[in-house]
C-alpha cells in the first residue's frame, strides 16, 4: 500500500496519507481497478482497496487484500500496523458475520499476517470478537500466542475519545477514515492543527505538523476531506482558522 521511502517518516506524517500525496489527482480514485477482480494480486488494487474502501467497499477483497500485504512486506514494518489495524478494525466491525471465517483463512498464513488479524480483532473492541482474539492467544504460534495475550492484557485505544499524542496516532485516525468516510476521524485530526504552532514542545509540534501535512494531501485527494474541512472552517474561531484556511488553500492549489 505504501512506497517504501514514506515508511521511514511514521514519525512525522500520517502513513495512510502518504500515498495519496504522491498520486496525481488525475487518478484519484479508481474503482474499475477492483470493480470485478476477486482478489487483490496488484499493488494498484491494494491502494484503491485501502485508500478508497469508503466509498466502494468490498469485504470480500480483505483476505486477499492482507495476505498481499503479508507477501509483500507491508505487515512487517511496525509504523505501518497501527493504521493498518485501525482501518481492518473498522471492516471487521462493519462485517462482524464474516469475520470468523476470515480468521480462519488467515490464520494460516505467516506470523505478520496473524499479528495484524490479533490486532484488529483488538482494535475493533468488539465483545462479540473477542473470543477469537482469545483464540488466537491460546492456540497461535508461540510468538503470536504471546502478542496475543499482551493485547488482552491493555485497553485498545479509543480512537475518538483518547488523546492524540502521537503523529502514530493521527495514522490511526486516517486508517479509520479510509474505512468508513466518518468525519469524526477528520475533525479530530483537524483540532491538532493548533499544535503546529507550539514552541519549545517537539512532540507536540511534530502532532500539529503531520496533521497540517496529511490534512493538505488527502483534501486534495478526496473530495469528502475537503468538505469537511470546509465546514469545520465555518465552525471555528477566528483565532483557529488561521492554519486550517491555509490546508484548504494549498489543497485547491495542488488539485488545479
Known amino acids: 500500500m505504501l512506497q517504501r521511502k514514506c515508511l521511514g517518516f511514521a514519525a512525522v506524517i500520517s502513513l495512510l496519507g502518504c500515498l495519496s500525496a504522491l498520486m496525481p489527482a488525475a487518478v484519484q480514485s479508481r474503482p474499475a481497478v477492483i470493480a470485478s477482480v476477486k482478489s487483490i494480486a496488484t499493488q494498484e488494487q491494494l491502494d484503491e482497496w485501502m485508500m478508497r474502501y469508503y466509498q466502494h467497499p468490498r469485504p470480500d477483497l480483505t483476505i486477499s487484500a492482507v495476505e498481499f500485504m503479508a507477501k509483500s512486506g507491508e505487515l512487517s514494518h511496525k509504523g505501518a500496523q497501527p493504521p493498518i489495524g485501525a482501518f481492518l478494525s473498522e ?19 505467516t506470523d505478520d499476517q496473524e499479528r495484524i ?5 483488538w482494535m475493533s ?3 462479540e470478537l473477542l473470543p477469537l482474539l482469545k483464540a488466537m492467544a491460546s492456540g497461535s504460534s508461540a510468538s503470536v500466542g504471546e502478542y496475543a495475550k499482551g493485547l488482552l492484557a491493555t485497553r485498545p485505544p479509543d480512537l475518538l475519545r483518547d ?13 479509520g477514515f479510509f474505512a468508513t468516510g466518518d468525519e469524526r476521524y477528520v475533525r479530530r485530526i483537524i483540532g491538532t492543527l493548533p499544535l503546529a504552532k507550539t514552541e519549545g514542545d517537539i512532540q507536540e509540534k511534530l502532532i500539529g505538523s503531520a496533521a497540517q501535512w496529511s490534512l493538505t494531501s488527502n483534501a486534495t485527494q478526496h473530495t469528502r476531506v475537503m468538505e469537511i474541512c470546509e465546514v469545520e472552517l465555518k465552525r471555528l474561531s477566528d483565532d483557529q482558522k488561521d492554519t486550517l484556511a491555509e490546508v ?9
Open 91 to 109: 471492516v471487521f466491525i462493519q462485517n462482524p458475520g464474516a469475520v470468523e471465517q476470515w480468521q480462519t483463512q488467515l490464520r494460516n498464513g
Open 125 to 127: 473492541d468488539v465483545k
Open 248 to 256: 484548504i488553500k494549498r489543497a485547491r492549489e495542488k488539485k488545479n
Open 163 to 175: 488523546d492524540v499524542a502521537s503523529a502514530g496516532f493521527l495514522d490511526m485516525l486516517w486508517g
Open 117 to 121: 488479524l490479533a490486532l484488529a480483532l
